[in-house]
């Protein structure tokens, strides 16, 4: 027997089986649930376990903003026109390089459906949109832009419709319960009403496999090593390798330093799994990385390489902008802002910025920010006469967002800000759900969602659609694994 | 028995070994060659096998550089100071990010016995430091600056020395045998004086397992399906995967589009088996762009981005330009020269480059580039009046590069030029040569050398770090493999 802590177990070492049931769904975030609620449906006697002491993982700690389109009843009721044409066209091109196509469709096809679903679980949706730059719109809005659709270069190139559904919370208060959880709170209560069964605290280790068949787990819970055997098939649902700094080092390293949005359980051990029965993995380098400034001041703003220079509009998606930022840039960047700006972030509800420098001088702010003497001055004269005419030559940011910047001039400096992070490599799986292997075929009795697998966001990502993609091909997976 | 192309046959499955030896090394590029040299040496019986119908891979294919330091004796005859410690210092800031330090350490303290191993292997290197850019340097020198030492930012952190070994190759004439050539010639000579055995045109497909040990091949040979056992180990040294489109596509998108430098054989066939075996995987995004343009142009002209501005120095490695333009500017890159240096091109025995635009008008040369209005003119103005000085503030081009550009101006427009790619990405190795499964344990019976493991170039490349680390590491791998 191997004696390696990944390696899968052969079922005929296997002396006891603690619980036998006909699919085990490794996680109980948000593709889990979805997973466990869709194989309960199919009629599959289903256990999940996760390794926290109870459910949600990363989904129940976030915004609770699912990529939604096509046309919903929430995009009807804000009057918005959207199709499932555009819905694909616009995240093939915000989700590559290297998108894949054939989830993509299927995702937008499904997405009336899926959202018709969502309600049926009892997921509250509201209609009235946000359009001011955030990363969660406040209590009361339904619908906002999450991926850039409403600015250059998406905006040019496909009709722009929000699509970032957002589960309504009453009561949300900063530091409490977010909407993700009200998310979770629902998918858990729906699958506990389909019959499911949970065991919390207890951590999937290794697969158990017959022959080349998947058929089981084996687990740790309170101490005690376990076998829990699946009939018909296991889901790996737990989440990313954001947690482990080994994973990281050698799939993606500018990810280390940062900090990441999610639980200590997204340590990849459910991609190692995989990968140790001879699953395949896809754009392990790919990963979220949310820019450590409020989107409010970005947007307004001028963001500056460690050159002096601006690298992209803006009043894209701040999520797009952390990606250049991060992979491009190596997150050396500053922000340059003016007090007018401060003022209009504190009129509308936002805090003002704390500058790092602050100088009336251009050429003083060079010397403090090391860049090379005209170049700031440079960028904020063509920024400015720009401006003045409501235009971005360079980078084509929103009229709506220019105006002449003017001393005392701000600085942020943020060189050494660390930024959220969270990886969207991982198995490559079937739009089924199926987890392949090298070759392209079905590892059988093994399946994955969610950020377990590669999916939607395959490198771009858009706000919604880890929550979008995880519990639509959770629900995908459920039904594959439940199928005999 | 599994029915997928790559998963492993169990032994039991085997019926008839069509040969048996100690150790088998598939492929015969400069990793392989150099395995089953040591291998040999050690006492075991070699059996290396390739698909092609010969010897050399992309090893012969290759400009025969080989990165090698610490005080050889050709920089010594070249009057350079080296040392095992600044070697270590350069690649660990030049190959990341994501340096395998714990290779580098080896490597940079093996490096004077490394020489001397190539040498006694017969391969001829001569003194004769080369200093102009260049790809390849002209017959008769034997080292050159390959990684950008000498240059911006590495030359203000690290004494720098050139490591560019070049095997001399007498007659060399465009178009025809490479100095690569000549290395895997005496590589090739050596092993079979040594007593490997060799097997060209067969195309090893599976590995063949014994439980959890690797015990031999499936392989196709002249049509004929057959199976060779390994007593000892196998060793995989195929090459990388430029040539598998699917595989570009789900690990590194942005390679696809351009063009191998390598054979048909780097289909990934060898990574591919390891992980069908457990073996892990990294850094499968990274990969070597060579920039492409003459490094003599490069050096001297202005590099600008889709806005007209520039974004590195030009006088750093074209490697190293060519993954920032690849990776960063997603290949939409501008040259801006003028007619003295297509003069001193034509006089340093180079030729002149022929623009896409020519104009004395940098307005006009904005429309035609779809630049905004001013940019470029701003671009040149600052360069210019810097160069005046002998001084790049932005980027820190030697001054030995900096002169003022004058109109007429041309620019080459190399928005859809292909680069020349070689992937980096591959199976997870301990020094030793041992394939690592997901836990970093070794699995039983395999090793690997090569551009079909993560090696030396992690991510950054500097051109004889793919023979350097093939040769280095293909011989641990050896030596490895033929232990009992």
């Known amino acids: 027997m191997n004696t390696t802590r990944t390696a899968p177990v052969p079922a005929s070492q296997v002396r006891d089986w603690a619980a036998e049931t006909d699919v085990i769904v490794v996680g109980f975030g948000c593709a889990g649930a979805s997973a466990s609620i869709e194989a309960a449906r199919a009629g ?19 915004g609770g903003e699912i990529y939604l389109g096509g046309g919903t009843p929430v995009q009807k009721a804000c009057g918005i026109q959207d199709t499932p044409e555009a819905m694909y066209d616009f995240l093939k091109l915000a989700t590559g390089p290297g998108p894949h196509e054939d989830k993509l469709a299927l995702y937008c096809e499904g997405s009336l459906e899926h959202f018709d679903w969502l309600v049926g679980c009892g997921v509250p949706f509201k209609s009235g949109l946000w359009t001011e730059p955030c990363w969660e719109a406040p209590t009361g809005y339904g619908l906002m832009y999450t991926g850039g659709e409403n600015a250059h270069p998406f905006a040019d190139l496909v009709p722009p419709a929000p699509r970032g559904h957002i589960v309504h919370m009453e009561d949300k208060r900063p530091g409490e319960r977010s909407a993700g959880w009200m998310l979770m709170s629902h998918l858990v209560s729906t699958a506990e009403r389909s019959g499911v069964m949970v065991r919390y605290g207890t951590r999937t280790e290794r697969l158990v496999v017959d022959g080349d068949r998947v058929v089981g ?11 829990l055997r ?39 051990g459910a991609i190692r799994m995989g990968q140790a029965v ?25 963001l500056l390489d460690v050159h002096g220079r601006r690298f992209i509009n803006e009043d894209t998606y701040p999520g797009r902008v952390g990606q250049a930022a991060l992979f491009q840039q190596n997150r050396k960047v500053f922000i340059l802002y003016d007090e007018a700006i401060n003022e209009e972030l504190q009129r509308t509800g936002g805090r003002a910025a704390d500058p790092t420098w602050v100088s009336d001088d251009l050429a003083e702010l060079e010397r403090r920010m090391r860049i090379a003497p005209g170049v700031l001055a440079g960028t904020v004269e063509m920024y ?35 930024f959220g992070i969270f990886t969207l490599g991982g ?25 377990t697998t590669s ?3 395959s490198w771009g990502y858009c706000s919604g659609t880890s929550l979008g993609d995880g519990t639509f091909f959770g629900r995908c997976a459920g039904r594959s694994a439940a199928a005999r």
Do not use: C
Not at 217 to 227: H, K, L, P, Y
Not at 246 to 258: D, E, I, K, T, Y
Not at 278 to 302: I, N, T
């Open 217 to 227: 787990v084996g687990a740790v819970t309170f101490g005690e090593r376990v076998f």
């Open 278 to 302: 001879g699953a395949a993995v896809r754009h392990m380098e790919a990963a979220q990385a949310a820019f450590p400034a409020d989107p409010a001041l970005l947007f307004r703003s001028l």
């Open 384 to 418: 400015n006469a720009n401006a003045e005419k409501g235009e971005d030559p360079l980078f084509h940011k929103s009229a709506r967002w220019l105006r002449p910047i003017t001393p005392p001039y701000g600085v942020l400096d943020l060189r050494d800000a660390a």
């Open 44 to 62: 599959a006697e289903v256990l999940v376990v996760d390794a926290a002491g109870g459910w949600g993982g990363a989904s129940a700690m976030s």
């Open 427 to 451: 198995l490559h799986t079937s739009p089924q759900g199926e987890a392949l292997d090298i070759d392209g075929a079905p590892v059988p009795g093994l399946f994955a969602a969610g950020r």
């Open 455 to 457: 999916g939607i966001p």
């Open 230 to 268: 699946a009939r018909r098939g296991v889901v790996l649902a737990a989440g990313g390798f954001g947690a482990n700094p080994v994973m990281l080092a050698q799939h993606s390293p500018r990810l280390l330093g940062n900090w990441l949005v999610g639980t200590d359980h997204d340590d990849g």
